[in-house]
């Protein structure tokens, strides 16, 4: 690895399974899927419903609001590629819509997250990638 | 009763860095070892059970342990299910020698990633996040178990003082030990000042990272006339599983540890009250307060108060990883759920020395691996 890819941040690679989620974030729309036997929401989208393993499944947007279910505030990041970043916030968020995804909350103080807090959901632009990544800010 | 499986030989290797060690020689000691211990030769091993090991990522790693060591098997598998893999082995061990179609099953475990990967251990541990869903976000193995953590601090109570008791404890025990990785005397203090990795969990909350191999042999029950020491009885086994990634699981308090714990215990027919002695995953010190409180040892809210007031140490009303565990022993891959297994073997033999829990007749051994997302809890008894 050269010493500007160690510095690049994991970019997902979309694949059938993904691939509206991740166009969905280009265009600035969270994507989730929607069971149409059970009725359920599921994150992260797949060929089948993780609930009653239904086949038939509708994607729809989000509203982008949630909460924080839980967090923790990172000091040593696991690659170099987010060493400039500490302190950030990984947390996980529980969206209005009845499904669970991590994600970062970012543009806020990282010792002011707490359990509970609402937030939204905005849409991250990296360097050196057209993929846009969904992340939140406190409301 | 005595169609039960047992286990008939132990070994751990030296822990720590161990810089002229090899995967293969880490292996080889761990595994000739244990025969050694149970007075078997080499060709008695009919079954080989082997991990998987980050310094050497084959495909086929009981194939190349045992063209290494010379051996034969006639049965030979490799499981990699991370930190769980060690109590995987054993139980599937027992499956086979109760079956009748292998007599003496070696399990084997081992990696010299402290030596053998120095900085990039930690990037290799992230790994494991989800390459879509995780990975992106900067997701540490530290900062996926504090989002655990974290919502037990919020809806239970657990505080920095609980988790820092469970490292001293473990690091008093660790002393007492031969071998252990890290044996320095640390305080509450200590714990309390040392670096912040993921919040809420400090440098010293964190499992080591060690060069160490360990294996079990599990054998036929009628084998144990046999032994040159005393056999150990395997009376339950039970496994767990809820979730991959950790934004998946059903539960941030519960886990599959409650299901495998429950499974272990009743197989054996025993209760959590029978248990003399405890070996349980503690790859950070809150999980293991939470494994504790979730398989039903104690009450919610009431581990950490109990590693406070002293009920985990060697003499205390729950003796919990009393070699000192992933904690201050030793972690080495999948062997770090392995020492977990060696020393309660130990304890049940009288083997400890200034570590010897008095009259321990049941122990239990319990691997995690994953964001807690498998478990499997193993119920031994002194015969």
């Known amino acids: ?139 | 009763m005595s169609s039960k499986a047992i286990i008939s030989g132990v070994h751990d290797t030296k822990v720590g860095a161990l810089p002229q060690s090899t995967c293969m020689s880490l292996h080889a000691e761990a595994g000739l070892g244990a025969i050694e211990d149970a007075g078997l030769k080499a060709s008695d091993i009919d079954g080989l059970l082997t991990a998987y090991a980050f310094t050497s990522p084959q495909l086929m790693l009981g194939s190349v342990f045992a063209e290494y060591v010379g051996m034969k098997p006639r049965v030979s598998a490799s499981i990699s299910m991370g930190g769980v893999t060690a109590g995987l082995l054993v139980a599937q061990a027992v499956a086979l020698v109760e079956s009748g179609r292998c007599r003496h099953v070696l399990c084997l475990t081992g990696d010299n990633r402290l030596t053998g990967m120095g900085e990039k251990v930690q990037a290799a541990l992230a790994d494991v996040g989800h390459p879509q869903y995780e990975q992106p976000y900067g997701m540490s193995v530290p900062a996926a178990f504090a989002q655990a953590a974290q919502a037990y601090m919020h809806e239970f109570g657990m505080t920095h003082e609980h988790m820092a008791a469970v490292a001293v404890n473990q690091r008093a025990n660790a002393a007492k030990h031969p071998n252990a990785h890290m044996k320095k005397p640390i305080t509450m203090e200590d714990v309390g000042n040392s670096k912040m990795i993921a919040s809420p969990l400090r440098m010293l909350d964190c499992c080591l990272v060690s060069d160490g191999g360990a294996a079990v042999i599990v054998s036929a029950g009628d084998a144990a006339r046999d032994l040159p020491k005393t056999a150990v009885r395997i009376l339950g086994v039970g496994e767990g599983y809820t979730h991959e990634h950790i934004f998946m699981s059903p539960s941030l308090v519960d886990f599959g540890c409650k299901d495998s714990a429950a499974t272990a215990l009743g197989e054996a027919g025993l209760k959590h009250a029978d248990v003399d002695c405890a070996h349980v995953y503690d790859c950070f010190s809150s999980t293991l307060l939470i494994c504790l409180e979730s398989m039903g040892f104690y009450q919610r809210g009431e581990a950490g108060g109990a590693a406070l007031s002293g009920e985990f140490a060697i003499d205390g009303r729950f003796p919990l990883n009393t070699n000192g565990g992933l904690l201050s022993y030793g972690s080495s891959g999948a062997a770090g759920g392995m020492f977990h297994v060696v020393e309660a073997v130990r304890q049940l033999r009288r083997e400890c020395g200034e570590r010897q829990v008095k009259d321990a007749e049941v122990a239990f051994a319990h691997t995690l691996g994953g964001i807690f997302s498998g478990h499997c809890s193993i119920v031994l008894g002194r015969i």
């Open chain 1, 1 to 139: 690895m050269s010493d500007s890819d160690a510095l690049k941040k994991p970019i997902p690679l979309p694949d059938a399974d993904s691939r509206v989620y991740w166009e969905g974030a280009n265009q600035g729309k969270f994507m989730f899927q929607r069971c149409n036997s059970c009725g359920k929401a599921q994150f992260y989208s797949r060929s089948l419903c993780s609930h009653c393993q239904g086949k038939e499944l509708q994607w729809l947007a989000a509203r982008g609001r949630g909460k924080v279910a839980s967090f923790s505030v990172v000091h040593r990041a696991p690659i170099r590629a987010f060493a400039a970043d500490v302190p950030y916030v990984v947390a996980l968020i529980d969206m209005d819509e009845g499904f669970r995804f991590m994600c970062n909350v970012i543009h806020c103080d990282a010792q002011a997250v707490r359990i509970g807090m609402p937030v939204k959901v905005v849409f991250e632009e990296r360097p050196g990638s057209s993929q846009k990544i969904p992340q939140v800010e406190l409301m």
